[in-house]
């Protein structure tokens, strides 16, 4: 069975710091496009960040551009998300995302959710 496990949210003052992680099971993590989307209560979900399986580049989010960064460990099947600076505009459920398209076959799973709260 396929599992993403996230974890790391939590409440942090805006200016401040978090990371989160994902780690992965079930999967050969190192074919999957990693992702981490965010979705605010009333708003659509958004990307925020993504890396490709080979690792080496990277897309974000205009709104969190130069202020997170994305990676990813495959010998740990795991992604994470460095959040800095952050803003109350960033609370949200950060979710994670691995898809893997191949011939046809669309393989694309979701993590639960952690809560981001970004507040003085």
């Known amino acids: 069975q396929v599992q993403l496990v996230e974890s790391g949210g939590g409440l942090v003052q805006p200016g401040g710091s978090l990371r989160l992680s994902c780690a992965a099971s079930?999967?050969?993590?190192?074919?999957?496009?990693m992702s981490w989307y965010r979705q605010a209560p009333g708003k659509e979900r958004e990307l925020v960040a993504a890396i490709p399986s080979g690792g080496s580049t990277t897309n974000y989010g205009d709104s969190v551009k130069g202020r997170f960064t994305i990676s990813r460990d495959n010998a740990k099947n795991t992604v994470y998300l460095q959040m800095n600076s952050l803003k109350p505009e960033d609370t949200a459920v950060y979710y994670c995302n691995a898809r893997w398209v191949f011939f046809g076959n669309d393989n694309n799973y979701w993590g639960q959710g952690t809560q981001v709260t970004v507040s003085s």
């Open positions: 079930g999967l050969t993590f190192s074919r999957y496009i």
